[in-house]
């Protein structure tokens, strides 16, 4: 079962900032887990849509301009991450996952993937973009049809995966409070890989053990790695 840093080691370091990104790639996880958002002028590394809760700011990230988004502490000191700084510190040494949160101008995203790509920074193998909102998969997939693509949810359709199937995407990515064993029988039907989020408890690990899941999701990768080679 592959372990995804959860926006980097957030457990210990604050979320979606470079010391939980640092600290994810020195456990050696499978993949790092990271939220974007638009900003007036850029993508940012940041779960909300709004500054408030994570950071020293006020208002919607979408109302600044990266160079005033620089200027706020995002716990700890350090500052909001750009998706280049991403890529460079990153620097295609693991998976990054990459969840689109309150994201336009998508032919910008586009773009700079593939400077990255053309630059060796990250490979397209080490590269899933996943999202709750499916029409920004379905559109980047017509674009990219190279690219991976996650399909999120936190509920069980009555088809189960046949949504994350008709988006021929890679993998889906579902509340662990909502996969059973027939969610996780039926996406590996499909040919998809199943992911958990987010998972930090024991029980909760060998839950998904049992059910079959093929990575989790969590804020303590390196707890999590000692534990599952204890078992
Ligand atoms: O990508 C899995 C998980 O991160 C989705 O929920 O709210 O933590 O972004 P959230
Ligand atoms: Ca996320």
């Not at 049992?210 to 303590?220: K, R």
């Amino acid at each position: 079962m592959k372990v995804f840093a959860h926006r980097g080691a957030s457990g210990d370091f604050p979320e979606n900032t470079k010391s939980a990104i640092l600290e994810a790639l020195k456990v050696d996880v499978d993949g790092i887990e990271v939220d974007i958002q638009s900003s007036l002028d850029d993508y940012m590394v940041i779960h909300d849509s709004w500054l408030d809760r994570t950071t020293s700011g006020k208002g919607r990230v979408s109302n600044f301009t990266a160079h005033e988004l620089s200027k706020l502490d995002a716990g700890n000191g350090e500052k909001i991450p750009t998706l280049q700084q991403l890529f460079d510190w990153n620097n295609n040494k693991s998976l990054l996952n990459i969840e689109l949160k309150h994201t336009f101008a998508l032919e910008r995203f586009v773009a700079q993937l593939e400077q990255n790509i053309e630059a060796k920074k990250i490979s397209k193998a080490n590269i899933l973009v996943s999202s709750f909102d499916h029409h920004q998969l379905q559109w980047l997939k017509n674009k990219l049809p190279w690219l991976k693509i996650g399909a999120l949810t936190s509920s069980i359709p009555i088809n189960y995966a046949k949504f994350a199937s008709d988006l021929n995407a890679y993998s889906v990515h579902a509340d662990k409070t909502f996969i059973n064993k027939a969610f996780a029988e039926d996406a590996k039907k499909r040919g998809l890989k199943i992911y958990a989020y987010t998972v930090d408890r024991e029980e909760d690990i060998a839950l998904m053990l049992e059910y079959g899941i093929d990575g989790i999701f969590t804020n303590y990768p390196a707890r999590t790695k000692a534990y599952l080679l204890s078992l």
